[in-house]
């Protein structure tokens, strides 16, 4: 690693995941960065609400409205939903979904826990199961969540 005129050139390689969290980005970067160089970190908290046409999901206060309507969600629920709202458009592997859910769990069947897991929230979020308009299956791989994304602050 070499610094020259505002420029760092880093010579190891950091493999991160979309799902770590930012204080574990934050540490990997901390420990990469030689300490005579000065990095500032500002932490902004707020309350984001990602909005898909009726469906809110509120990331802080882990909560989604569809229609103005409270939608009662298990932990698993919850966290499949976000992480897949969280990457619209992105196809996550079962895999992907079964990390950032289930952690260290050791589950024989991932598949078919993570097949549940899509299925009891589609029958929670989706209007007509046979056509989802949220939660697309893509076959051999995965999930992707469908739709346009808005970012709103909670205001409350």
Request: net charge negative; glycine share 6%; charged share 25%.
């Amino acid at each position: 690693m070499y610094y020259n005129e505002g420029v760092i050139s880093i010579s190891k390689i950091m493999i991160l995941s979309f799902t770590d969290a930012e204080g574990c980005v934050l540490n990997r970067l901390k420990s990469i960065i030689p300490d005579d160089i000065d990095v500032e970190h500002i932490e902004f908290v707020s309350e984001s609400i990602l909005t898909f046409g009726d469906l809110k999901v509120s990331l802080e206060k882990q909560e989604v409205y569809q229609n103005g309507k409270l939608i009662p969600l298990s932990k698993h629920e919850f966290l499949t939903l976000r992480l897949l709202t969280e990457h619209p458009g992105w196809v996550c592997t079962r895999d992907q979904i079964y990390e950032a859910v289930c952690g260290e769990l050791n589950i024989e069947n991932i598949d078919n826990s993570i097949y549940c897991i899509i299925h009891s929230l589609r029958k929670k979020i989706e209007k007509n199961l046979r056509h989802p308009q949220y939660i697309q299956t893509v076959r051999g791989i995965g999930y992707k969540f469908l739709g346009n994304c808005s970012i709103e602050e909670d205001t409350e």
